[in-house]
């Protein structure tokens, strides 16, 4: 039962436009939600959180909505930079914060 | 500061068998949590330790074990071995308290045949 979705295995972008990358998710008492990027052969490293009293959260070119309505959660990227090519994962979680949900990724590639 | 790290890179087992993987925490950080990715998924939940003690488990069997140690080391034992056991294993830790941003180790790559 896969509780939090990306339904784009891969994104392409221009460089200098705007990534967006999206998150879906099932559990209504999921209440922090985070975005990690992923190069090959390392370990996701943590990019920007929000938990689900905010519907924003900005830290210099990331920006994450939330819509908890549509259960929806979505990742800014502008401008976007060749270097931004990874995989990015989503995941939530839920109250305590021991137990992660992540999705399957969304590989982005960003052409100079 | 030291990152995580995880030992070994890549392990070939055969079916049945026992494995054994090691995670050293991020300096400072007394909570450890272990994922398994399997090819074309995202990290799945296998159990977290929190001062040598489980914190919380994900949806696997009991052949999947693990340890805190008092320098906050951990490691993941999995007993009898199956095909789907093959995965990236990624260790994370945090400090309990900030556990929402756990900082990833590379991953051991385990190939069951």
């Known amino acids: 039962d896969q509780q939090v979705k990306q339904n784009s295995p891969s994104l392409s972008v221009q460089e200098g436009r705007i990534s967006i990358l999206n998150c879906d998710y099932t559990n209504s008492m999921f209440d922090y939600f985070l975005w990690y990027k992923k190069y090959p052969a390392e370990g996701p490293t943590f990019l920007i959180s929000i938990s689900s009293i905010k519907d924003k959260n900005e830290d210099g070119r990331f920006t994450v909505f939330l819509n908890k309505s549509a259960k929806h959660l979505s990742l800014h990227i502008v401008p976007s930079q060749p270097g931004d090519s990874a995989v990015y994962f989503c995941a939530a979680s839920a109250n305590t914060g021991n137990q992660f949900y992540f999705g399957t990724g969304t590989s982005l590639t960003v052409i100079p | 500061e030291t990152g995580v790290t995880q030992s070994p890179t890549h392990l070939i087992k055969t079916r049945g068998q026992q494995v054994t993987l090691r995670c050293s925490s991020q300096?400072?950080?007394?909570?450890v949590s272990w994922y398994q990715q399997a090819l074309g998924q995202g990290p799945q939940f296998i159990f977290q330790y929190y001062r040598e003690e489980e914190n919380g488990r994900g949806n696997f069997p009991p052949r999947f074990s693990g340890l805190q140690f008092p320098n906050y080391s951990s490691e993941l034992n999995v007993n009898a071995l199956e095909l789907d056991d093959s995965a990236l294993y990624l260790c994370?830790?945090?400090?309990?308290?900030?556990?929402?941003?756990?900082?990833f180790g590379p991953g051991t790559r385990l190939t069951v045949t």
């Open positions: 994370a830790s945090s400090l309990q308290g900030s556990s929402y941003e756990q900082y």
């Open positions: 300096s400072g950080h007394n909570t």
